[in-house]
């Protein structure tokens, strides 16, 4: 029930406010020969329809500002992301596939809490990334691992012009 009135809580408002002038409409009319009851009843449907446009700002608010926060949490995993991708052409070391891999747990653990299910397979889907990249001075294994570096990178990319519409 919480996730309900938290999903819907400006609609739920806005429904008492439209419910509340119309019963104060017709009561006014009623009693159109008390003024005090009259008034007072446009008085709580103006404060209803207050709240009502108001709690729909802060609802509007609070979803800016998520996506903002999410945009820059994705822009914190690009930058490790361009961080691992930088040591591609280090052929006296191993490739970085424990640090990717854990890199991309951390990612996945992220967008499964805050996005759902399906930012975490589109992830680790190579589908429409440029799987053509390659850094330049580096030997098999290396680029494998960098390749997908650049595949969760691109997603990340994508996934943060699409939060930040």
């Not at 970085?96 to 889907?125: C, P, Q």
């Amino acid at each position: 029930m919480g996730n309900f009135i938290a999903g819907y809580g400006t609609e739920i408002v806005a429904a008492f406010a439209v419910a509340n002038g119309f019963i104060a409409l017709v009561v006014g009319q009623i009693l159109k020969h008390r003024p005090r009851i009259r008034s007072g009843l446009i008085v709580i449907a103006g404060l209803l329809s207050a709240a009502a446009v108001g709690a729909s700002f802060y609802k509007r608010h609070e979803e800016i500002a998520r996506r903002e926060e999410i945009r820059v949490q994705l822009g914190k995993f690009m930058g490790e992301g361009l961080d691992l991708m930088g040591h591609c052409s280090e052929k006296n070391s191993l490739p970085m596939r424990i640090e990717t891999d854990e890199w991309f747990k951390r990612i996945a653990a992220y967008l499964e809490h805050n996005l759902g299910h399906s930012y975490v397979v589109r992830l680790a889907s190579p589908a429409g990334a440029p799987i053509n990249s390659a850094c330049k001075d580096a030997d098999g294994p290396h680029n494998e691992v960098y390749k997908v570096q650049s595949i969760i990178n691109f997603r990340l990319d994508e996934f943060s012009k699409e939060i930040g519409f």
